[in-house]
């Protein structure tokens, strides 16, 4: 049974840094697609950046230069450095993984999620 377990998320002010990071137990496949998306409340959940197992990566324009996505495959770990946060950036922020690699943010129809954690920035 695949798991994901994202942890990291808290509250910090506009400005600051987080690193959110989700443990993936019990996937096997070579091929991957693994991403974050969030959702804010009254609003459609949506990609943030996303990598597979190229390397390849997507990301949102509204997070460029100011977040960064990795992937340690010997700890089956995926992180999301957050820096220069914006109030904007409050929301739930999920994990997801898929073995459909060419997925990256094409859609948010990823067949494993996490259950979340929150990420709120203050001004």
């Known amino acids: 049974q695949v798991q994901l377990v994202e ?3 808290g509250s910090v002010q506009a400005g600051g840094s987080l690193t959110l990071s989700c443990a ?4 096997t496949s070579s091929r991957h697609s693994m991403g974050w998306f969030r959702q804010a409340p009254g609003k459609e959940r949506e990609g943030v ?3 597979n197992n190229r390397g390849i ?3 949102a324009d509204s997070v460029k230069g100011r977040f ?3 992937q340690d495959n010997a700890k089956n770990t995926l992180y999301l450095q957050m820096d220069s946060l914006k109030p904007e950036d409050t929301a739930m922020y999920y994990c997801a993984a898929d073995w459909r690699w060419w997925l990256l943010l094409q859609t948010t129809d990823y067949n494993y999620w996490g259950q979340g954690t929150q990420v709120t ?3």
Not at 24 to 27: A, E, L, R
């Open 57 to 59: 990566t997507s990301y």
């Open 49 to 51: 950046e996303a990598i």
């Open 7 to 9: 942890s990291g998320g």
């Open 68 to 70: 960064s996505i990795s």
């Open 121 to 123: 920035v203050s001004s």
């Open 24 to 27: 993936v137990s019990g996937y």
